[in-house]
């Protein structure tokens, strides 16, 4: 088989198709989180802590760094050590917000799922050789 032709069979199957449309469709879904994230929780919680910009919010380990300066001033300093924390606290509720969402959307279809009762089995007939053994009996009993 060629080359070609075994990657035409793999490219077409139906599980490559649909990893690329969750592929796809994740992509999106994770700009919706990020948008989520971002214009509708963080506001909350910076107004809660009082930081507006949590990707301004940083440490200075080593450096003469001054007070108030913007993340990107600040990694700009020469010999300045920054440990830059903001960022990680909003991929952190970004990955939680995320992670509830699909953690909803799979209960939600796993409900689903058990609400469909599975379909009464068609009632088991006799087999071929029962209804052959029925028909020699009554046979066997009009002869007698």
């Known amino acids: 088989m060629g080359f070609l032709k075994e990657f035409k069979e793999f490219a077409v199957k139906g599980n490559v198709m649909d990893l690329a449309v969750g592929v796809i469709i994740g992509g999106a879904f994770g700009k ?8 509708l929780v963080m506001p909350f919680v910076s107004a809660i802590i009082g ?6 919010m940083y440490f200075v380990l080593k450096g003469d760094v001054a007070q108030g300066l913007a993340l ?17 606290i909003t991929v952190a509720i970004n990955f939680l917000l995320l992670a509830f969402v699909v953690f909803l959307l799979v209960k939600f279809i796993n409900k689903l799922k058990r609400q469909e009762a599975p379909a009464p089995a ?17 046979l066997k009993n009009q002869q007698s």
């Not at 930081?51 to 301004?56: E, G, L, Q």
């Not at 050590?81 to 960022?87: F, K």
């Open 72 to 88: 990107k001033d600040a990694r700009a300093v020469e010999g300045a050590v920054i440990l830059a924390y903001g960022n990680f």
């Open 51 to 56: 930081s507006p910009d949590f990707s301004n």
């Open 122 to 138: 068609a009632p088991k007939g006799p087999t071929q050789e029962e209804l052959l053994a029925q028909i020699r009996d009554l």
């Open 32 to 39: 919706i989180i990020d948008s989520v994230v971002n214009d």
